[in-house]
């Protein structure tokens, strides 16, 4: 959905500042809907959020409403919510058939709207992206409070333009606030994390002596970039990594490739496409080799990890880049560039990576850096600023 300069008129009818609470009637069983998704990185502020309003009340119904890629609904279910996907129409079809684009994306607005008015929520919350849009218009229109979440420090292209509607914008990073029109409402909460991740920062979790663990993290969608260059770190650094437990998150489509290449070379690992729960290895990890998603950030922040970085190298507005600098600017991280070819990203891995896991004293000051950043407390932030706006105490 191409996001246009101005907004449409009928999107303009409902300013901010004019907003009033919902026309519709709020009951005992208030309901939240989430708007947005596509990736774990945005999903999983939301269902921080949506968890910590049903822990609060029992009755209180969340949905989350955004694409039809099969591991947004697993991972939505997987955290016992509701999901309800959107057939949308994403810009490399724009470019193709602009007819279609325009058809099926505007289909999706009258889906979202038809949603809204049989579920007559109390709130939408967008969570970024191209499938947080619909709900959040067809919400501006009928005067419902909007809050989004940005994760990143350079906001994403929906948040941009729907910051116009929402009452208030929860950013992660304080630099957001001046990449964002200046009308919207911006409050720096950081970025929420599920209850169990939280609590890695008040308890300061160091992983326990014994087995050291290297975690990699692509990301919910894979990285192919980054795995070959970790398979070739390893394939040229076996010896470093003997005695080492090596856990990999490869995406669904290298998964075998990367197990058969660590078996191979008869390591001690555990390749999986996607880890719904990460919480166990973060307790767990010595060091990670990661992307630089914010959420995923947010997680290592709060787990203390130490960490090399391999932002994305061709993220929207290059952001991964901008984040991962955030997070070496506090001591908690390395950046690393992803090379042209697999053998060039493991040689950059190896000089960075390998005198950190040799050196203890050098971890313990990063687990530091990450800890300044952590926010355990994003969530109740967040839920705070969706109480002022729903009048809830």
Request: glycine share 8%; aromatic share 4%.
């Amino acid at each position: 959905m191409t996001l246009p300069a101005q907004l449409p008129p009928s999107a303009r009818l409902t300013p901010p500042d004019r907003l009033t609470r919902s026309a519709q009637a709020v009951t005992a069983a208030p309901t939240c809907l989430f708007a947005g998704g596509g990736t774990g990185g945005h999903l999983l502020p939301g269902i921080a959020v949506a968890r910590q309003l049903i822990a609060r009340n029992s009755s209180t119904r969340v949905l989350f409403v955004g694409s039809q890629r099969p591991l947004e609904r697993q991972l939505v279910e997987a955290h016992h919510c509701s999901h309800q996907g959107l057939l949308l129409a994403g810009l490399p079809l724009l470019r193709r058939n602009p007819f279609r684009f325009g058809w099926t994306n505007w289909q999706a607005c009258r889906t979202a709207a038809k949603l809204l008015d049989q579920e007559r929520p109390q709130v939408v919350i967008g969570l970024g992206g191209l499938a947080s849009v619909p709900l959040v218009l067809a919400a501006a229109r009928r005067k419902i409070p909007i809050v989004l979440l940005e994760q990143n420090v350079i906001p994403g292209r929906a948040t941009r333009w729907l910051s116009r509607l929402a009452q208030t914008v929860c950013t992660t990073f304080g630099e957001t606030a001046r990449l964002l029109p200046a009308c919207a409402e911006v409050v720096q909460t950081g970025n929420p994390v599920r209850e169990e991740i939280a609590a890695l920062a008040a308890a300061r979790t160091v992983a326990p002596p014994g087995i050291s663990t290297l975690l990699i993290l692509g990301g919910s969608q894979g990285a192919e970039g980054l795995n070959q260059g970790v398979l070739h770190l390893i394939r040229s650094n076996t010896e470093a990594f003997r005695g080492w437990q090596i856990v990999h998150q490869t995406g669904a489509n290298q998964c075998q490739q990367v197990r058969e290449a660590y078996r191979s070379l008869q390591l001690n690992s555990v390749v999986e496409p996607f880890f719904h729960d990460l919480t166990p290895w973060y307790r767990q990890a010595t060091a990670v080799i990661s992307r630089a998603g914010a959420t995923t950030l947010a997680e290592l922040a709060c787990a203390g990890l130490p960490t090399v970085l391999v932002p994305y190298p061709h993220s929207a507005d290059n952001h991964q880049l901008r984040n991962a600098e955030v997070f070496a600017a506090a001591g908690g991280a390395v950046t690393v560039g992803q090379g042209g070819a697999a053998d060039q990203t493991g040689r950059s891995l190896a000089e960075v990576l390998l005198p950190v896991l040799a050196d203890e004293s050098r971890r313990a000051a990063m687990r530091e850096g990450m800890w300044k950043l952590a926010r355990p407390e994003a969530r109740e932030r967040v839920i705070a600023e969706i109480d002022r706006l729903t009048g809830d105490s």
